[in-house]
């Protein structure tokens, strides 16, 4: 049986699933996701509104991200043009997250090229997995 890892995406980062979830195929995965995030909105569907969940194969390769937006049924009582702009302000702000995280890993990437420049001990740890060895001085 396959296994898939259901990662969340939310304003302060990525929560990685260390151990992922046997299913038995892509669709199962799909039906899992979709009552994860419920679970994970459930009364407090305004400060989750903006999560997503991140939905990777066994090789962690990303097949899906399913957008809490979506799934939030508080959004139904709006007009549809209010509700449309609603998910398309959420699906904009991933996308900024994102591109802000990948500026960050950026960012120590470099800090670390100029470290090793310098010969100086450097070490980078992003959510807690270190990313650069320490060198010995």
Request: glycine share 6%; aromatic share 6%.
């Amino acid at each position: 049986m396959p296994v898939f890892f259901f990662n969340l995406k939310h304003g302060g980062g990525v929560l990685y699933d260390p151990h992922g979830t046997d299913l038995a195929d892509e669709r199962t995965a799909r039906c899992h996701a979709n009552e994860t995030a419920r679970e994970l909105m459930r009364n407090r569907e305004t400060k989750t509104r903006f999560w997503r969940l991140q939905v990777c194969d066994a090789r962690r390769a990303t097949l899906f991200e399913l957008s809490f937006a979506e799934l939030d049924d508080t959004l139904a009582e709006l007009r549809p043009e209010l509700r449309t702009s609603v998910r398309d302000v959420c699906a904009k702000s991933a996308v900024l997250s994102d591109v802000i995280g990948e500026v960050q890993q950026t960012l120590l990437q470099i800090r670390g090229a100029l470290l090793r420049a310098d010969n100086a001990p450097w070490l980078a740890v992003v959510d807690g997995d270190r990313t650069q060895r320490q060198r010995n001085v």
